[in-house]
């Protein structure tokens, strides 16, 4: 596999936000081999050192967690870190990594949904398919758009807040035969994973996976990552039911220079 655009190394500060830090070196990701893991500077982090692996036709949330060499030592980043405002988590997703048995992506794009937001499904209030969307930041909210796409959301703020960020698109690190089979497309081209539906399919989640802890080892874990240097905003997609304000919100983040990024392109620019 290869990646067009070099995964953007910073140096990570987990007590400011929106402030990018010159590299020092690039990396290009490549299929044959994983990331190498990066630990997080926050003691509450935590350490990941020894995995089993599940079944791939699992479709549920497994406690036993896999084994990928390379982000052995790597740390899940911990609850504290996803409660606070979604849309001052959006962008500090970006350059982290969601990991599911053999698969490891990092997040290239996002969308921040906010309380008080007519985008937001938490406009409908608590009900059985938007109550994890209301729970404590950290979790995962996962829903069928049209029936068909499955969209992994997480869960951002307090408990109660109602607001989550969307995971629009990610680029492949571990697992390519496995997020191929799943996507079914053989092809290393970006196609394979930008766009929300193609990120959840190349996961293997589906909806049972919603209000699952992101922050725990086993099943699906959102790993600690590098900052990008730069940031692209721009106004959310697919939205425009939404209130005129809402629609025009520049609450879409992706990182700047990469591929991995869905359409529309020409939306975003330089934050």
Known sequence: MSLSAPTLLVQMNPTHQFKPVA????????SSQCLEGRTSH???????RTRTKPSRKQTRPQSSPVSLPCFRNTTILPPEFFQIDALDLAPRLLGKFLRRDDVVLQITEVEAYRPNDSACHGRFGVTARTAPVFGPGGHAYVYLCYGLHTM???VADKEGAGAAVLI?????????????ERRGQQTEKPILLTGPGKVGQALGITTEWSNHPLYTPGGLELLDGPEPDKILIGPRVGIEYALPEHV????RFAIAGSAWISAPKNTLRLS
């Open 23 to 30: 590299s020092k070196s690039r990396k290009t990701v490549r």
């Open 152 to 154: 992994l959301n997480v």
């Open 248 to 251: 025009n919100a520049l609450w």
């Open 42 to 48: 926050s003691s509450k982090a935590v350490t990941v």
């Open 168 to 180: 629009r698109a990610c680029a492949p690190v571990c697992g390519l035969e496995t997020i191929q």
